[in-house]
Antibody
Framework: EVQLLESGGGLVQPGGSLRLSCAASGFTFSSYAMNWVRQAPGKGLEWVSAISGSDGITHYADSVKGRFTISRDNSKKTLYLEMNSLRAEDTAVYYC???????????????WGQGTLVTFSS | DIQMTQSPSSLSASVGDRVTITCRASQDISNYLAWFQQKPGKAPKSLISAASSLQSGVPSKFSGSGSGTDFTLTISSLQPEDFATYYCQQYNVYPPTFGQGTKVEIK
């Protein structure tokens, strides 16, 4: 069974930084592209970033390009999202999401973690 | 980016009702359309891929159809556990994009 467990969310100030982690199990982690998808409170879903399984190719939404960095450690079966220069509009639940297809970006979001909340302090 | 527009944004229905949700893409996406169900406080759950292919374990009361720009999700007989928000998502053209969601509420 695929399991994805996010951590690292919390309270931040505008301009601050945070690193999210996602521990994966139940599948061959290095074979699959992984994604971050976020959801602002009471709002819809927004794809944020993706990383390929083993060759380090990354993609970003325009809204986070240059501020967020996605990475992975296949030996630890862990996905990361380094978030810098955070803005109030980055407030959201961030979901770690496994792509369905091995070896390429399909962007079909087959399996989701429970999410971790990033909020701003005033 | 491809815009995905769902209608209605919300609906009220009774247990046993047949419910249909529509999703329209701003350009042709072939059949690269997925549907997700999200209950309050929970992560989205994948229901359908390729416009009409049910994910393993999803009950057959859910069905999807369409291709090109117009798609539908139908719940044949609404049950209490089906009250949730439903999202469509295209994965034909980068970047992947979602509809705004349709909230299905109890009448």
């Amino acid at each position: 069974e695929v399991q994805l467990l996010e951590s690292g969310g919390g309270l931040v100030q505008p301009g601050g930084s945070l690193r999210l982690s996602c521990a994966a199990s139940g599948f061959t982690f290095s074979s699959y592209a992984m994604n971050w998808v976020r959801q602002a409170p009471g709002k819809g879903l927004e794809w944020v970033s993706a990383i390929s399984g083993s060759d380090g190719i990354t993609h970003y939404a325009d809204s986070v390009k240059g501020r967020f960095t996605i990475s992975r450690d296949n030996s630890k079966k862990t996905l990361y999202l380094e978030m810098n220069s955070l803005r109030a509009e980055d407030t959201a639940v961030y979901y770690c999401v496994k792509d369905r297809s091995a070896w390429y970006f399909e962007y079909y979001f087959e399996s989701w973690g429970q999410g971790t909340l990033v909020t701003f302090s005033s | 980016d491809i815009q995905m527009t769902q209608s209605p944004s919300s609906l009220s229905a009774s247990v046993g009702d047949r419910v249909t949700i529509t999703c329209r893409a701003s350009q042709d996406i072939s059949n690269y359309l997925a549907w997700f169900q999200q209950k309050p406080g929970k992560a989205p759950k994948s229901l359908i891929s390729a416009a009409s292919s049910l994910q393993s374990g999803v009950p057959s009361k859910f069905s999807g159809s369409g291709s090109g720009t117009d798609f539908t999700l139908t719940i044949s007989s609404l049950q209490p556990e089906d009250f949730a928000t439903y999202y469509c998502q295209q994965y034909n053209v980068y970047p992947p994009t979602f509809g705004q969601g349709t909230k299905v509420e109890i009448k």
